[in-house]
Protein backbone atom coordinates (compact mmCIF):
# COMPACT_ATOMS: atom_id res chain seq x y z
CA UNK A 1 0.00 0.00 0.00
CA UNK A 2 1.10 3.75 -0.88
CA UNK A 3 2.64 5.24 2.35
CA UNK A 4 0.98 8.54 2.57
CA UNK A 5 0.51 11.16 5.41
CA UNK A 6 -1.54 14.21 5.74
CA UNK A 7 0.41 15.44 7.91
CA UNK A 8 -0.04 19.26 8.00
CA UNK A 9 -2.85 21.39 6.56
CA UNK A 10 -4.54 20.16 3.37
CA UNK A 11 -6.77 22.11 1.72
CA UNK A 12 -10.56 21.26 0.49
CA UNK A 13 -10.57 22.76 -3.20
CA UNK A 14 -13.55 24.85 -3.66
CA UNK A 15 -15.42 24.26 -7.02
CA UNK A 16 -15.59 26.83 -9.66
CA UNK A 17 -18.37 27.10 -12.06
CA UNK A 18 -18.47 28.80 -15.76
CA UNK A 19 -21.10 31.39 -16.75
CA UNK A 20 -23.11 27.85 -18.70
CA UNK A 21 -22.79 26.24 -15.19
CA UNK A 22 -20.46 23.58 -15.80
CA UNK A 23 -17.29 23.33 -13.75
CA UNK A 24 -14.49 25.63 -14.70
CA UNK A 25 -11.65 22.91 -14.25
CA UNK A 26 -9.15 25.65 -15.75
CA UNK A 27 -9.49 27.97 -13.17
CA UNK A 28 -9.93 24.61 -10.69
CA UNK A 29 -5.87 24.34 -12.08
CA UNK A 30 -5.38 27.83 -10.81
CA UNK A 31 -6.78 28.23 -7.49
CA UNK A 32 -4.76 24.34 -7.06
CA UNK A 33 -1.04 26.23 -8.14
CA UNK A 34 -2.33 28.94 -5.92
CA UNK A 35 -2.67 26.87 -2.69
CA UNK A 36 0.06 24.36 -3.37
CA UNK A 37 2.48 27.50 -3.93
CA UNK A 38 1.62 28.85 -0.89
CA UNK A 39 3.31 25.93 1.14
CA UNK A 40 0.10 23.26 1.20
CA UNK A 41 0.94 20.03 0.73
CA UNK A 42 -2.20 18.25 0.71
CA UNK A 43 -5.43 19.08 -1.63
CA UNK A 44 -9.00 17.10 -0.82
CA UNK A 45 -10.49 17.05 -4.14
CA UNK A 46 -14.69 16.83 -3.85
CA UNK A 47 -15.09 17.09 -0.60
CA UNK A 48 -17.85 19.16 1.35
CA UNK A 49 -16.15 22.35 0.37
CA UNK A 50 -15.86 21.57 -3.09
CA UNK A 51 -20.16 21.37 -3.28
CA UNK A 52 -19.67 17.09 -3.95
CA UNK A 53 -23.43 16.89 -3.31
CA UNK A 54 -24.17 19.24 -6.20
CA UNK A 55 -22.14 17.72 -8.67
CA UNK A 56 -22.81 14.71 -11.39
CA UNK A 57 -20.29 12.09 -11.27
CA UNK A 58 -18.84 13.02 -14.44
CA UNK A 59 -18.01 16.59 -13.02
CA UNK A 60 -16.20 15.13 -10.11
CA UNK A 61 -13.94 12.95 -12.38
CA UNK A 62 -13.00 15.89 -14.22
CA UNK A 63 -12.32 17.58 -10.86
CA UNK A 64 -9.95 14.60 -9.99
CA UNK A 65 -8.32 14.74 -13.52
CA UNK A 66 -7.26 18.45 -13.22
CA UNK A 67 -6.23 17.81 -9.86
CA UNK A 68 -3.73 15.34 -10.55
CA UNK A 69 -2.13 17.61 -13.41
CA UNK A 70 -1.87 20.62 -11.66
CA UNK A 71 0.26 19.46 -8.72
CA UNK A 72 3.86 18.26 -8.40
CA UNK A 73 4.45 14.55 -7.31
CA UNK A 74 5.26 15.86 -3.76
CA UNK A 75 1.91 16.79 -3.27
CA UNK A 76 -0.71 14.26 -1.98
CA UNK A 77 -4.18 14.14 -3.65
CA UNK A 78 -6.92 12.88 -1.32
CA UNK A 79 -10.18 11.95 -3.00
CA UNK A 80 -13.74 12.07 -1.88
CA UNK A 81 -15.61 8.99 -3.46
CA UNK A 82 -18.63 9.12 -0.90
CA UNK A 83 -21.98 8.04 -2.87
CA UNK A 84 -25.26 7.47 -2.24
CA UNK A 85 -25.55 3.59 -4.24
CA UNK A 86 -22.85 0.85 -4.46
CA UNK A 87 -22.55 1.60 -8.36
CA UNK A 88 -21.45 5.38 -8.28
CA UNK A 89 -19.70 4.28 -4.82
CA UNK A 90 -17.35 1.80 -6.68
CA UNK A 91 -17.13 3.24 -9.64
CA UNK A 92 -15.49 6.39 -8.04
CA UNK A 93 -12.81 4.22 -5.99
CA UNK A 94 -11.92 2.89 -9.26
CA UNK A 95 -11.64 6.52 -10.86
CA UNK A 96 -9.77 7.32 -7.84
CA UNK A 97 -7.53 4.33 -8.59
CA UNK A 98 -6.94 4.73 -12.29
CA UNK A 99 -6.35 8.41 -12.16
CA UNK A 100 -3.98 8.50 -9.58
CA UNK A 101 -5.61 9.76 -6.21
CA UNK A 102 -2.86 9.08 -2.91
CA UNK A 103 -5.81 8.15 -0.90
CA UNK A 104 -9.63 7.63 -0.85
CA UNK A 105 -12.00 9.59 1.22
CA UNK A 106 -15.51 8.65 2.20
CA UNK A 107 -18.71 9.84 4.81
CA UNK A 108 -21.24 7.64 6.34
CA UNK A 109 -23.96 6.95 4.49
CA UNK A 110 -26.62 9.53 4.51
CA UNK A 111 -30.83 10.60 4.45
CA UNK A 112 -31.34 7.41 6.89
CA UNK A 113 -29.89 6.28 10.25
CA UNK A 114 -28.17 2.79 10.15
CA UNK A 115 -26.42 1.12 13.05
CA UNK A 116 -22.85 -0.10 14.24
CA UNK A 117 -23.54 -3.02 12.24
CA UNK A 118 -24.71 -1.82 9.10
CA UNK A 119 -22.15 0.93 9.34
CA UNK A 120 -19.14 -1.38 9.88
CA UNK A 121 -19.90 -3.14 6.69
CA UNK A 122 -20.26 -0.30 4.49
CA UNK A 123 -16.89 1.17 5.09
CA UNK A 124 -15.74 -2.69 5.37
CA UNK A 125 -16.60 -2.70 1.60
CA UNK A 126 -15.78 0.80 0.72
CA UNK A 127 -12.22 -0.91 2.49
CA UNK A 128 -12.59 -4.06 -0.15
CA UNK A 129 -13.17 -2.14 -2.88
CA UNK A 130 -10.22 0.41 -1.89
CA UNK A 131 -8.19 -2.81 -1.36
CA UNK A 132 -4.15 -1.40 -1.89
CA UNK A 133 -5.21 2.16 -1.42
CA UNK A 134 -4.86 4.43 2.07
CA UNK A 135 -8.96 5.21 2.91
CA UNK A 136 -9.44 8.33 5.18
CA UNK A 137 -12.84 8.21 7.45
CA UNK A 138 -14.88 11.46 7.40
CA UNK A 139 -17.12 12.07 10.42
CA UNK A 140 -19.28 14.62 8.95
CA UNK A 141 -22.11 13.64 11.89
CA UNK A 142 -24.00 16.96 11.25
CA UNK A 143 -24.64 16.01 8.11
CA UNK A 144 -24.98 12.65 7.80
CA UNK A 145 -27.19 12.29 10.72
CA UNK A 146 -25.11 8.82 11.04
CA UNK A 147 -21.81 9.13 13.11
CA UNK A 148 -18.47 7.57 12.80
CA UNK A 149 -18.19 6.34 16.44
CA UNK A 150 -14.64 5.38 18.36
CA UNK A 151 -16.30 2.00 18.54
CA UNK A 152 -17.05 1.99 14.54
CA UNK A 153 -13.63 3.37 14.08
CA UNK A 154 -11.64 0.99 15.76
CA UNK A 155 -13.77 -2.05 14.47
CA UNK A 156 -13.22 -1.29 10.84
CA UNK A 157 -9.81 -0.31 11.17
CA UNK A 158 -8.49 -3.40 12.98
CA UNK A 159 -10.32 -5.38 10.33
CA UNK A 160 -8.80 -3.49 7.51
CA UNK A 161 -5.40 -2.17 7.63
CA UNK A 162 -5.88 0.36 4.27
CA UNK A 163 -8.02 2.59 6.63
CA UNK A 164 -5.54 4.81 7.81
CA UNK A 165 -7.16 7.70 9.36
CA UNK A 166 -10.23 9.82 10.09
CA UNK A 167 -11.10 13.15 9.42
CA UNK A 168 -13.54 14.70 12.32
CA UNK A 169 -15.57 17.45 11.60
CA UNK A 170 -18.54 16.57 13.95
CA UNK A 171 -17.52 20.10 16.01
CA UNK A 172 -17.39 18.32 19.42
CA UNK A 173 -13.84 18.36 20.28
CA UNK A 174 -14.10 15.64 22.90
CA UNK A 175 -14.71 12.90 19.68
CA UNK A 176 -11.36 13.78 18.31
CA UNK A 177 -10.21 13.08 22.24
CA UNK A 178 -12.33 10.03 22.09
CA UNK A 179 -10.98 8.54 18.53
CA UNK A 180 -7.12 9.34 19.91
CA UNK A 181 -7.90 6.87 23.00
CA UNK A 182 -9.54 4.28 20.76
CA UNK A 183 -6.68 4.17 18.30
CA UNK A 184 -3.60 4.94 20.51
CA UNK A 185 -2.38 1.33 19.66
CA UNK A 186 -2.59 1.73 15.98
CA UNK A 187 -0.77 3.96 13.64
CA UNK A 188 -3.36 5.93 12.54
CA UNK A 189 -3.70 9.68 11.67
CA UNK A 190 -6.58 11.64 12.96
CA UNK A 191 -7.07 14.84 10.76
CA UNK A 192 -9.44 17.73 12.60
CA UNK A 193 -11.72 18.67 9.54
CA UNK A 194 -12.81 22.28 11.84
CA UNK A 195 -10.96 25.28 11.33
CA UNK A 196 -12.06 26.45 14.40
CA UNK A 197 -9.83 23.92 16.72
CA UNK A 198 -6.96 23.28 14.31
CA UNK A 199 -4.30 24.43 17.23
CA UNK A 200 -6.27 22.67 19.95
CA UNK A 201 -6.06 19.56 17.91
CA UNK A 202 -2.51 19.82 16.98
CA UNK A 203 -1.73 19.99 20.35
CA UNK A 204 -3.88 17.12 21.53
CA UNK A 205 -1.90 15.05 18.96
CA UNK A 206 -3.69 15.25 15.78
CA UNK A 207 -1.64 14.84 12.76
CA UNK A 208 -3.13 17.97 10.77
CA UNK A 209 -6.18 19.65 9.78
CA UNK A 210 -8.20 19.54 6.33
CA UNK A 211 -10.07 23.15 6.68
CA UNK A 212 -11.66 25.17 4.06
CA UNK A 213 -9.79 28.25 5.15
CA UNK A 214 -7.22 26.45 3.57
CA UNK A 215 -8.61 26.61 0.13
CA UNK A 216 -8.83 30.34 0.26
CA UNK A 217 -5.76 31.92 2.25
CA UNK A 218 -3.63 29.30 2.49
CA UNK A 219 -0.85 31.40 3.99
CA UNK A 220 -2.32 32.15 7.23
CA UNK A 221 -4.18 28.53 7.20
CA UNK A 222 -0.34 26.77 6.47
CA UNK A 223 1.12 29.26 9.44
CA UNK A 224 -0.85 27.69 11.70
CA UNK A 225 1.20 24.36 11.82
CA UNK A 226 4.42 25.64 10.58
CA UNK A 227 4.28 28.09 14.07
CA UNK A 228 2.93 24.97 16.09
CA UNK A 229 5.94 22.69 14.78
CA UNK A 230 8.41 25.76 15.36
CA UNK A 231 7.38 25.89 18.92
CA UNK A 232 6.24 28.99 18.69
CA UNK A 233 2.92 28.50 20.38
CA UNK A 234 2.29 32.65 20.66
CA UNK A 235 2.45 33.23 16.82
CA UNK A 236 0.03 29.87 16.22
CA UNK A 237 -2.45 31.10 18.51
CA UNK A 238 -2.34 34.33 16.42
CA UNK A 239 -3.26 33.30 13.58
CA UNK A 240 -5.60 30.93 14.87
CA UNK A 241 -7.37 33.94 16.36
CA UNK A 242 -7.70 35.16 12.91
CA UNK A 243 -8.83 32.31 11.32
CA UNK A 244 -11.10 32.51 13.81
CA UNK A 245 -11.99 36.04 12.82
CA UNK A 246 -12.76 35.12 9.52
CA UNK A 247 -14.89 32.41 10.29
CA UNK A 248 -17.09 34.40 12.15
CA UNK A 249 -17.48 37.07 9.33
CA UNK A 250 -18.30 34.14 6.96
CA UNK A 251 -21.08 32.33 9.04
CA UNK A 252 -22.91 36.02 8.81
CA UNK A 253 -24.05 34.19 5.29
CA UNK A 254 -23.66 30.94 3.46
CA UNK A 255 -20.12 30.06 4.39
CA UNK A 256 -19.46 27.90 1.30
CA UNK A 257 -20.50 30.86 -1.09
CA UNK A 258 -18.75 33.16 1.62
CA UNK A 259 -15.61 31.27 0.74
CA UNK A 260 -16.08 31.44 -3.16
CA UNK A 261 -16.48 35.28 -2.78
CA UNK A 262 -13.27 35.51 -1.21
CA UNK A 263 -11.55 34.24 -3.90
CA UNK A 264 -13.86 36.74 -6.45
CA UNK A 265 -12.34 39.27 -4.48
CA UNK A 266 -8.44 37.75 -5.11
CA UNK A 267 -8.86 37.32 -8.54
CA UNK A 268 -10.64 34.08 -8.75
CA UNK A 269 -12.88 33.47 -11.66
CA UNK A 270 -15.43 31.25 -9.37
CA UNK A 271 -18.15 32.09 -11.60
CA UNK A 272 -22.19 32.01 -10.73
CA UNK A 273 -23.20 29.61 -7.63
CA UNK A 274 -24.48 25.92 -8.24
CA UNK A 275 -28.15 25.14 -7.33
CA UNK A 276 -29.44 25.12 -4.57
CA UNK A 277 -26.98 27.81 -3.84
CA UNK A 278 -27.87 31.65 -4.47
CA UNK A 279 -25.26 34.58 -5.31
CA UNK A 280 -24.85 36.84 -2.42
CA UNK A 281 -26.58 40.39 -2.96
CA UNK A 282 -25.01 43.27 -3.32
CA UNK A 283 -25.32 44.51 0.40
CA UNK A 284 -23.47 40.76 1.64
CA UNK A 285 -20.86 41.27 -0.87
CA UNK A 286 -20.08 44.74 0.91
CA UNK A 287 -20.39 43.24 3.97
CA UNK A 288 -18.27 40.82 3.18
CA UNK A 289 -15.61 42.87 1.52
CA UNK A 290 -15.22 45.11 4.44
CA UNK A 291 -15.07 42.62 7.30
CA UNK A 292 -12.35 41.41 5.05
CA UNK A 293 -10.16 44.59 4.17
CA UNK A 294 -10.71 45.04 8.30
CA UNK A 295 -9.01 42.42 9.11
CA UNK A 296 -6.01 42.84 6.44
CA UNK A 297 -6.60 39.28 5.05
CA UNK A 298 -7.59 39.98 1.52
CA UNK A 299 -4.57 40.12 -1.28
CA UNK A 300 -4.82 40.13 -5.21
CA UNK A 301 -3.55 37.20 -6.73
Same mark, same amino acid.
Given at each position: ? @????????????? *????? !???? !??? =???????????????????????? $????? #?????? %???????????????????? *???????????????? %?? +???????????? /? #??? $???????????????????????????????????????????? /?????????????????? !??????? %?? &?????? +?????????????????????????????????? /??? &???????????? @????????????????? /??????????????????????? +?? =??? #???????????????
Amino acid at each position: M @KNVTLQGITAPVL *TPFCE !NGEV !NTD =EYARLIQYITGCGIKGIFVGGTSG $EFVNL #RMEERE %KLLDAAREAVEKDTTVLFNV *TAMNEYELYHMIEWGR %KK +GADAVSVTAPYY /H #RYD $EKALCRYFGKVAEAAEGMPVYLYNMSGMTNNPITPAILKTVAEQ /HRNICGVKDSSMDFMTLL !NYQIAME %KM &DFELIT +GNDAQVLPALQAGASGGIIAVASVFPELAVSIWN /HFK &DDNIEAARESQK @KVLRIRELFRTVMPTIA /HKEALKLQGFDMGPSRFPFRDLT +GE =ERE #RLKKGLEDLGIIKEV
